[in-house]
């Protein structure tokens, strides 16, 4: 990889036809949140719906394994970024380790509900051991596409109610933590791409990563299906009840495919950079919908608004008793 003398600013300069860099006030920072005791109190858990529920299970099934290759990717570069990077690469690897813990978890409980995720696992360990087996900077890329991608769905989960509309209380905040901090450090692995291949021709970078993030989707989208369908047939729907059902969920109501084609396409746009769209409010929101369940408690702040202690009253009410 080679080090080259440089500050920031190298990283930034050779960016300039390629995008902007992370914010220079960001601050990456892991918040550690526990939800290992969250009961999945139904199986369909997103709001009765079996075709979010599969949805959300099957994507839940690429994280552990999936962020414990992005840190093993990123840190390999930390030594050699400039300082702020280093940083921020620090701030990602605390952040992933602890939503690959959070959810090997989840996952636990996905199969004590009865479901059978070893065929969903058995294929991302083909795919991760495929990319694996790359040059280091091809792993880079790789990790760069998949991050772009877990951003913008982040940023969609967030943005839009309607996907955890009526989910298990505790699932539904897991989901909105993972998501803030997907957004928090959507830069990182774009900008060691960027410090990575600083002596590459802007166009060779381009084709590139635009190369890659089409190879990436594609089998993104092919395994995620693929998963999403197994998981439920193992819920009593196949066929073409299957197909249409989950049609409608991912480009009609509340469309996750749909609504994130736009954003993808800006990956492939000149001057792209994942922060060329500051949407550090989404953190603040996801944070207000999670942290809300502390309203509750009696050990909460003194300083409540008067805002959270009605969302926290508005959850209490529609919870639902627990599955025995």
């Known amino acids: 990889m080679g080090d080259v003398p440089s500050s920031q600013d190298s990283a930034i300069a050779d960016a300039t036809i390629v995008g902007s860099a992370t914010p220079a006030d960001l601050h990456i920072q892991s918040r550690n949140r526990h939800f290992s005791t969250a009961v999945i109190e139904r199986r369909r858990w997103v709001g009765g719906d079996p075709y979010a529920s599969a949805f959300f299970n099957a994507l839940s099934v690429t994280f552990p394994k999936g962020e414990t290759f992005f840190m093993k990717v990123l840190k390999q570069y930390r030594d050699e970024v400039p300082e702020k990077l280093a940083r921020e690469i620090r701030g990602f690897v605390q952040q992933e380790a602890v939503h690959s813990r959070e959810h090997l978890f989840f996952n636990k409980q996905i199969e004590q509900t009865d479901f059978d995720l070893t065929r969903l696992e058995q294929a991302l360990t083909d795919v991760i051991d495929k990319i694996g087996n790359m040059p280091l900077i091809r792993q880079l890329v790789a990790t760069t596409c998949l991050e772009h991608l877990t951003a913008i769905m982040a940023a969609e989960f967030i943005e839009n109610p309607a996907h955890f509309r009526d989910a298990d209380e505790e699932q539904r905040k897991m989901w909105l933590w993972h998501a803030s901090e997907e957004v928090e450090h959507k830069g990182v692995a774009y900008d060691t791409w960027l410090h990575a291949t600083r002596d590459w021709s802007p166009m060779k970078r381009w084709i590139t990563q635009s190369a890659f993030m089409i190879r990436i989707s594609l089998g993104f989208a092919k395994n995620r299906t693929k998963g999403i369908f197994d998981l439920l047939k193992q ?78 009253e508005r959850r209490k009410k529609k919870r639902l008793p627990k599955v025995a």
């Open 235 to 312: 819920d009593g729907i196949s066929g073409p009840r299957a197909w249409f059902g989950f049609a409608h969920y991912a480009l009609v109501s509340p469309a996750p495919f749909r609504r994130t084609l736009g954003p993808w396409f800006l990956f492939f746009l000149p001057g792209f950079h994942p922060w060329n769209k500051d949407d550090r409010g989404l953190i603040q929101l996801a944070e207000s919908e999670y942290e809300a369940a502390i309203m509750d408690s009696p050990e909460a702040p003194e300083n409540i608004t008067a805002t959270g202690a009605t969302m926290g």
